[in-house]
Every structure is written in structure tokens, then in C-alpha cells.
């Protein structure tokens, strides 16, 4: 076997991998997309509601491990929110009104040493 036809021989192999990669890859992402449309509840505790999550708390996406593809699973950017949510309420600034209403704009100063 001369040096060309090697090339060619480990060029058609890498392209057979790639088609298999992308094939277990797309199969992976299939079932990742079928546990991310699963619903949770978050929200009903915290009453905010996530499109990326859809209120589980967490996503599921593929991740490459030599030649295989598992399904693996992060926390959600809402759990951020959800968590300064609940301190809120443990607090009793849940309301989004209080938050609104008690801004520094609206403070009143009726006493000098409160302008210092
Ligand atoms: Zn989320």
C-alpha cells in the first residue's frame, strides 16, 4: 500500500467517524430535548417563570467524551433569581411594589441630618 492510498484509507475513516459522531450527537441531543421539555414547578414557590429551564431548575445538553456523547446537566441561569427570590420573601420584601416603591428618589428629608 503506497502512502496515498493510506491517506485516503485514514481520510474515509475519519469522515466514517465524523457521520457516526454526528449521527450519536443528534441522537443525544434528541433525548437532552426531550428531558429540557419536561415542566417543572419552581414556579409556583417562587412565582417566576423560565422559558430556558421551563421551571425545572436545570438543562440537559450533550457532552463529548472521546467517541461517545453523554447527556449531561446544568443548573439553569434562574436559579440566581430564584434563590435572591426566596431570601426576599424569608425577608418580607417580596412584594415587587415595596422594591419599587422604596427608592432613594422617593425618600423624603424632613430633618437636616438626614441630607448628610
Ligand atoms: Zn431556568
Redesign the pocket.
Known amino acids: 500500500m503506497n502512502l496515498t492510498k493510506i491517506t485516503a484509507k485514514i481520510e474515509k475513516q475519519s469522515d466514517k467517524t465524523e457521520i457516526f459522531n454526528d449521527k450519536v450527537l443528534k441522537k443525544c441531543q434528541k433525548d437532552c430535548d426531550a428531558l429540557n421539555a419536561d415542566i417543572g414547578d419552581y414556579n409556583k414557590a417562587d412565582g417566576y417563570n ?1 422559558d ?2 421551563k421551571n425545572k ?1 436545570f438543562v440537559f445538553f450533550p457532552k463529548s467524551y472521546s467517541d461517545k456523547y453523554n447527556i449531561c446537566s446544568r443548573e ?3 436559579m440566581n433569581k430564584r434563590r435572591m427570590l426566596r431570601h426576599l420573601k424569608k425577608s418580607g420584601l417580596d412584594s415587587n411594589k415595596i422594591l419599587e416603591e422604596l427608592t432613594f428618589k422617593k425618600f423624603i428629608v424632613k430633618n437636616l441630618w438626614q441630607k448628610i
Open positions: 423560565c430556558i429551564c431548575g439553569c441561569k434562574c
